[in-house]
């Protein structure tokens, strides 16, 4: 059964050695490491059989949400663990003071996109050339 429950340091260390070849689209290791240590962070983890198969994670700013990530092993994508994760870390925004939640995503990722479209989320604008290999960023917002 898939569990979910608060990142912490520990499930860090367990997955950041294949971080950067079984996860991916995530920014750098330390990034992260740093994030979950960042008292107006909040990352949640998907555990199955003991085995740690995605993560997601939002920061602070003021009555704002701005999702930091979302990532699923990429052996278990597609099996809707994605949504399960997105909708208890939704959840937990729910249940605070937060008012809205920004996301950004590469114009590309699809299937990102259409998890976020799944949970209410609108497009709110587009950056261009935002990422490295010139491709646009997708803006997209969540009024609570
Ligand atoms: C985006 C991501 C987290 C989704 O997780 P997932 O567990 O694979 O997603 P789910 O199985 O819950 O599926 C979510 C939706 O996308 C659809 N979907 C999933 N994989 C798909 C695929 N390969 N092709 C088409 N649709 C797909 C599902 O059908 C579902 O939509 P539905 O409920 O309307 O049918 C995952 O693909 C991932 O880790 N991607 C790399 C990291 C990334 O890009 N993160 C987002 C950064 S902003």
Do not use: C
Not at 56 to 61: L, N
Not at 71 to 82: A, H, P
Not at 93 to 120: D, H, R
């Amino acid at each position: 059964m898939l569990e979910i429950r608060k990142m912490n340091l520990e499930d860090f260390d367990q997955i950041k050695k294949s971080l950067e070849t079984d996860f991916d689209n995530f920014w750098s290791p330390s990034v992260l490491e740093m994030s979950l240590k960042y008292e107006d962070s909040f990352y949640l983890v998907a555990i199955l059989d003991n085995e740690i198969v995605g993560f997601a994670g939002y920061r602070v700013i003021l009555d704002t949400a701005d999702i930091e990530n979302i990532v699923v092993k990429k052996s278990f994508r597609n099996k809707n663990i994605g949504t399960k994760l997105f909708e208890a870390l939704i959840e937990s925004i729910e249940n605070s003071k937060i008012k809205i939640i920004n996301l950004e995503v590469n114009q590309e990722n699809t299937v990102a996109i259409k998890l976020y479209k799944n949970f209410g989320f609108k497009e709110q604008g587009i950056r261009k050339n935002y990422y490295k290999n010139h491709t646009n960023a997708l803006l997209m917002q969540k009024n609570l």
